[in-house]
């Protein structure tokens, strides 16, 4: 149940006006309070107080409320009853939308022949959670993993392997698409050298600069040699984009298509921008003006033509934006990048609008801020590099080890790697995703504090007490201790949270709540034991109950955060 929902919608029933309801941290005057006395006795010129005394009678009508009471000038505390709280807390979740709408999710979004790294982590890690969460919602999504796997770097790389080995069939004139060319097969090690490679060299050599913009035109075009070249290396870059995705315990993209397969949709779209006279030829390019008189900022046009011919990213993004509305024709897309696309996407969004494809409101673009180093620099591996994606799960899995042994416990690798991945997941999620954040493989992979492995731990506890005291039936209501109260209500605000997180596209808000959750538990463990000697029957049975709630609610949480519980720990 959605408690704060559902106190809130009855109060104003009741009442016949809306009532501003909060929830206090401190609990010892109430659940609730509002200030809906001291407001509407402003609007009708009635002393607060007295116009408090007036409504309290019928609040306290309500079934669920124990008592209401007022304090200061004019605010009304409500006090909940055990058994409404203890009943509603014992049904199980269910907060499935009465409107479920369709979502393509584009996040992950990653490049071929380029190995992911540390700015790919809280697209994915942030995506999937969001994804997990709309579907747990009720909604219909469609997830994206749009590689980069047709532009200019495809070009370099292509340029590269041309420069490195002039001999081989792709290159020749009497090239025949026909033939095997399995054999050319790099392995993934090496091909995600060529394209930094190429970089380095296309900086300061135009001529192969040159080279590498007239390859991408061609292989573009449908040059037999270089795409086959491509077909080579595109599968090896997808398995290896596929292992690291699945080590993160992403969930699989729906589709793994990306600026080639957007491509396919250049006729329709040209034709669709020509017979609404959209495309303006400038400098031998063709690009389309997204300017409105009332921009104050820079508004550059975008380019869907460049001066070879090639279509550049932007124009993938509208090809693609075609194909979506012909496929999903989805209710909204959310994009999830770098910050630092804000722009690319605020043109798109234009063209979608001008074209018709999509208005404004159904398209979304969250840009997420960047993971720093303790220096405030964009994190680097010791060496100075740009962190590898592996490498950083592989850094955060030697902490955890070191961590595990000095504790002079013995876990399975198994184990260490589910508590690696819950460290740097939970941490990127409790992160507010716009801004920057500190990474330190230290602190995160802490078993206390705010951590994901003190979230497992939690859960691990819990599950724990429940496997040793076997399977009891649910108990009757007693009487709730203060600590099983605050526990019960904090998981009546499970759904609200949930769908808190949804609506602001936020997943610090399910993050740090699963982190109170455990909170609670923790104290609720410490201060109402169960399997202690000298606990009698009846008040056993209630906290296995209540055990038991707090480990079906953190357990969901934990599951839409995209982690999983070990056996131990
Ligand atoms: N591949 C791009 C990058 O790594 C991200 C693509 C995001 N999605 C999109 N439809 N543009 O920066």
Redesign the pocket.
Known sequence: MNLYKYVSEAINEKLGFKANLETPRNRSFGDFSTNAAMVMAKKEGKNPRDFAAEIMPKLSELDFVESASIAGPGFINIKLRDDFIWYAAAKPHDMKTQNPLIIDM?YG???VAKSLHIGHLRTSIVGDTLNRIAKYIGHKTISYN???DWGRSMGLVIAWIKKNHPDWPFFKDDFNPDADYSKYAMSPEELDTYYPAAVALAKTDEKFMEEARIITAKLQGGHPGYNALYNVFFPISLKSMTETVNKLNIMPFDKNLGERNAALYIEPVEKMLREKNLLVKSDGAEVIIVKKDTDNAPMPPVMFYNSRGAVP?DAT?IM?LYYRKITDNPDKII?L??IR?KLHFEQLFRVAEITGLFPPENLEHIGYGTINGSDGKPFKTRDGNAAGLNDIIDMINEAVKKRVIESGKNLPKETIDTIALAALKFNDLMHDLRSDYIFDPESVTSFEGRTGPYILYTAVRLNSVLKKAGIKKESKLCSLSEEERNLLIEILDFERTVQSAFDNRATDIIANYAYDLCQLINTFYHNCPILREGINEETKAQRLTVTRIARDTLATAIDLMGLKIPEEM
């Open positions: 584009d979004s990653y490049n749009h590689m980069g990213y993004d693609a994009y990048t770098d696309q």
